[in-house]
T-cell receptor, first 115, second 113 residues
């Protein structure tokens, strides 16, 4: 379980706070992803980065701001969040190729609570 | 648009028995990939098994196997000799070569000792 790491594992923040989630992958992958996992809902893809370039923004509100400084690190900057943003935020990485080799490997997630 | 459906929100199985989790999907593509992921309570999501649509042979991984019915757009997961460690949320997922992965809503599996 050390291929993809996420910090912090738990975060409680107020609606006026600014915080960042960090994801790091040690698998030599080129693509990284942010997902939101809410109770009783399917995983929602938020952002995709391929070779450090953002290739997908799934209509995510601007209060979520991703950053990918290199292929190994991915951040999600949070500001002025709403209580409905409380969820498990999952990071994943993959080779970034087409086909079945593009299997995603997930981190443990950050459990976010917005008060 | 592609969709993935898992019609069983919750399932249970007796330890050592066999259980089948169902998954159907909707697509107009002919070439794609299907995955089953497992998410144990408070633990990481991990890949269980994957299948390429152009392969007719069903994928197997130890106690896990799939029944892939392309015409019916069905991709069920069979877990044999169920163990307590198999208790988890199971997600079916679909992907084409260049598209994002689409996940189903998940099935929560309980294993009864």
């Amino acid at each position: 379980e050390t291929g993809v790491t996420q910090t912090p594992r738990h975060l409680v923040m107020g609606m006026t706070n600014k915080k960042s989630l960090k994801c790091e992958q040690h698998l030599g992958h080129n693509a990284m992803y942010w997902y939101k996992q809410s109770a009783k809902k399917p995983l929602e893809l938020m952002f995709v980065y391929n070779f450090k370039e953002q290739t997908e923004n799934n209509s995510v509100p601007s209060r979520f701001s991703p950053e990918c400084p290199n292929s190994s690190h991915l951040f999600l900057h949070l500001h002025t969040l709403q209580p409905e943003d409380s969820a498990l935020y999952l990071c994943a990485s993959s080779q970034g190729s087409s086909g079945i080799t593009d299997t995603q490997y997930f981190g443990p997630g950050t459990r976010l609570t917005v008060l | 648009a592609q969709t993935v459906t898992q019609s069983q929100p919750e399932m249970s199985v007796q330890e050592a028995e066999t259980v089948t989790l169902s998954c159907t999907y909707d697509t107009s593509e002919s070439d794609y990939y299907l995955f089953w992921y497992k998410q144990p309570p408070s633990r990481q999501m991990i890949l269980v098994i994957r299948q390429e649509a152009y392969k007719q042979q069903n994928a197997t991984e130890n106690r896990f196997s799939v029944n892939f019915q392309k015409a019916a757009k069905s991709f069920s997961l069979k877990i044999s000799d169920s163990q307590l460690g198999d208790a988890a949320m199971y997600f079916c997922a679909y992907k084409t070569s260049y598209d994002k992965v689409i996940f189903g809503p998940g099935t929560s599996l309980s294993v009864i000792p």
